[in-house]
């Protein structure tokens, strides 16, 4: 079976720009969380969609959107880039009915802002 | 909100010697993993352990949840176990929290 996936693997976008990441989760999973990780921290949680339904969010700004679709996959939209969105962005998905249940990563997304 | 803290922040191996990892965490969870990051950014799951004892070959994990810490062994480390190592907790606010991790190297 095919892990998370997630497109772009790099992207590049200068300063008050927008971004869609996307992010494809595990087959029968219905959990997708987002994190944000700034190279040499650990990742900060940014969402947790399920069943096209926002559960909890991060400490983040409003910048940062994201929505889930009828086939679980997800997207994060983050408006007005700034140098400091300059990260890794990683999604992870996880079986239903057991909160965040056991999370699997995908490999990400590398924003470089400019 | 809740704290994740790992200790040591970094490590340093010869090949061959064991090591054991520790995640202290403020309040109770309701799961908590552990994660191996490779260089180029991937998440391996290593173990997901809300309590008892798990092992995984030359990898085993303990969680004492009612003490509120977790550790991670690795026994007779090899070059391929280098990289950063996260535990991750789930708290009731559907939150996942991660610690700052502990970074290893192996040297041959």
């Known amino acids: 079976d095919a892990g998370v996936t997630q497109s772009p693997t790099h992207l590049i976008k200068t300063r008050g720009q927008h971004v869609t990441l996307r992010c494809s989760p595990i087959?029968?999973?219905?959990?997708v969380s987002w994190y944000q990780q700034v190279l040499g921290q650990g990742p900060q949680f940014i969402f947790q969609?399920?069943?096209?339904?926002?559960?909890g969010r991060g400490n983040f700004p409003d910048r940062f959107s994201a929505r889930q679709f009828p086939n679980y996959s997800s997207e994060l939209n983050v408006n007005a880039l700034l140098l400091g969105d300059s990260a890794l962005y990683l999604c992870a998905s996880s079986l239903p009915g057991q909160g965040a249940g056991e999370q699997y990563f995908g490999p990400g997304t590398r924003l470089t802002v400019t | 909100g809740i704290q994740v803290e790992q200790s040591p922040p970094d490590l340093i191996l010869q090949e061959g010697a064991n090591s054991t990892l520790r995640c202290n965490f403020s309040?109770?969870?309701?799961?908590l993993q552990w994660f191996h990051q490779n260089p180029w950014g991937q998440l391996i799951n290593l173990f997901y352990?809300?309590?008892g004892t798990k092992q995984n070959g030359r990898l085993s994990a303990t969680t004492v949840a009612t003490e509120r810490y977790s550790l991670l062994y690795i026994s007779s480390s090899q070059t391929t176990d280098s990289g950063v190592y996260f535990c991750?907790?789930?708290?009731?606010?559907?939150?996942?929290?991660f610690g700052a991790g502990t970074r290893l190297f192996v040297k041959a």
């Open positions: 087959s029968g999973h219905k959990s």
């Open positions: 969609y399920y069943e096209k339904e926002e559960r």
């Open positions: 309040d109770s969870v309701n799961n």
């Open positions: 991750a907790v789930y708290t009731g606010g559907f939150k996942t929290i």
């Open positions: 352990i809300p309590s």
